[in-house]
């Protein structure tokens, strides 16, 4: 069964330092990874997805990810960070065979402090 | 172009009642897909349409049904609400490439 994995629940930063939230998957085939963010009482903005081709997959906001066959990961990372980030990430795989059916992380409340 | 938007935003409800929500995707975004979210379960995917067809079902009861019309507008309707319904759904239209775009939502609270 397809399954994503954001194995924390919070992730601290101090403002000006670099930033990773951490993603693991499972599906059958090849995955379509997607990170999305979702501020308070707000639907989900799209950042960033991994289809295929450069492991390094640049978004919005300065935010990138790395995607990591072998480990089967989808890392999120920002190289400094801003006060203004502070919000719930989510990783979430579609398996091209469901259609545009989304499978989702729980979600990581990203902190960062002044 | 204007994204996609959902009325109504809020809504109280008590239970045994029923519930439609509306969702307005993308103009040319031909799919839209509904979730559910709640503190508990996270997000759960509902069901897609494209082109007026349900293309998927996630794992909810019969009590949760959708459509879309010829515009690719989408209602989703809830019947005989329970306290475990109180969510905020979200729904999201994908067009031509592999990314979905969500309207803000809307909150449901069954009383």
């Known amino acids: 069964a397809q399954s994503v994995a954001q194995p924390e629940d919070q992730v601290n930063v101090a403002e000006g330092n670099p930033l990773t939230v951490k993603c693991t998957y499972s599906?059958?085939?090849?995955?379509?990874l997607f990170w999305y963010v979702q501020y308070p009482n707000r639907g989900l903005q799209f950042l960033l997805k991994?289809?295929?081709?450069d492991n390094l997959v640049k978004g919005s906001y300065g935010f990138e990810a790395e995607f990591n066959k072998s480990q089967t990961s989808f890392h999120l990372k920002k190289p400094s960070a801003l006060v203004s980030d502070s919000a719930l990430y989510f990783c979430?795989?579609?398996?091209?065979?469901?259609?545009?059916?989304?499978?989702w992380g729980a979600g990581t409340k990203l902190i960062i402090k002044p | 172009k204007a994204g996609v938007t959902q009325t109504p935003r809020y809504l109280i409800k008590t239970r045994g009642q029923q519930v439609t929500l509306s969702c307005s995707p993308i103009?040319?975004?031909?799919?839209v897909s509904w979730y559910q979210q709640t503190p508990g379960q996270g997000l759960q995917f509902l069901f897609e349409?494209?082109?007026?067809?349900?293309?998927n079902k996630g794992n909810f009861p019969g009590r949760f049904s959708g459509r879309q019309f010829s515009n690719s507008r989408s209602e989703m309707n809830v019947s005989t609400l329970e306290l475990g319904d109180s969510a905020l759904y979200l729904c999201?239209?994908?067009?031509?490439?592999?990314?979905?775009?969500f309207g803000p939502g809307t909150r449901l609270t069954v009383l």
């Open positions: 979430a795989v579609r398996d091209g065979l469901l259609g545009y059916q989304l499978i």
């Open positions: 999201a239209s994908a067009g031509l490439t592999d990314t979905q775009y």
């Open positions: 349409y494209f082109s007026e067809t349900q293309r």
């Open positions: 103009s040319g975004h031909r799919s």
């Open positions: 991994y289809i295929t081709g």
């Open positions: 599906v059958s085939g090849n995955p379509y």
